[in-house]
C-alpha cells in the first residue's frame, strides 16, 4: 500500500515562513509529477505548484516569487518552502504524487491527508 503522509503545517504571522513535508511510503516503483494543493473550507481545491520527474517546477500566479517545491527522490519526499506568508494562504495544503506502485502496471494518483496552514494577519 502506498501512502502520502504530509508534515510542517501551523500558524504564522503574515510575512513569516513554514516549511511543508510530504514523504511517498508503500512498495513504490517510480514517482511522476508531485503536486501541492490547497482548500478552503467551502470552496474548491486549488493548485499550488508542481515539479516533474526532472525537477522542472510550476507555481500557480498566486505563490510565484514566494513559494518554493523540491523534491528528493531517494527519499521518496517532496517539499513546499513557503516564505513571505499572506493571510490568504490560510488553507488545508495536500500533497499529490503521479506515480507507478511496484506491483502495478500504470501510473496511478495518490493524495495524502493534509495539513492546515494558518496565516494571522
Known amino acids: 500500500q502506498v501512502q502520502l503522509v504530509e508534515s510542517g503545517g501551523g500558524t504564522v504571522q503574515a510575512g513569516g515562513s513554514l516549511r511543508l513535508s510530504c514523504a511517498a511510503s508503500?512498495?513504490?516503483?517510480?514517482?511522476?509529477?508531485m503536486r501541492w494543493y490547497r482548500q478552503i473550507p467551502g470552496k474548491q481545491r486549488e493548485w499550488v505548484a508542481l515539479?516533474?520527474?526532472?525537477?522542472?517546477?510550476n507555481y500557480a500566479d498566486s505563490v510565484k516569487g514566494r513559494f518554493t517545491i523540491s523534491r528528493d527522490d531517494a527519499k521518496n519526499m517532496v517539499y513546499l518552502q513557503m516564505n513571505m506568508l499572506k493571510p490568504e494562504d490560510t488553507a488545508v495544503y495536500y500533497c499529490?504524487?503521479?506515480?507507478?506502485?511496484?506491483?502495478?502496471?500504470?501510473?496511478?494518483?495518490?493524495w495524502g491527508q493534509g495539513t492546515q496552514v494558518t496565516v494571522s494577519s
Open positions: 499529490h504524487a503521479n506515480l507507478r506502485p511496484l506491483r502495478g502496471t500504470w501510473y496511478e494518483d495518490y
Open positions: 508503500g512498495s513504490i516503483s517510480t514517482i511522476n509529477v
Open positions: 515539479i516533474s520527474s526532472d525537477g522542472t517546477p
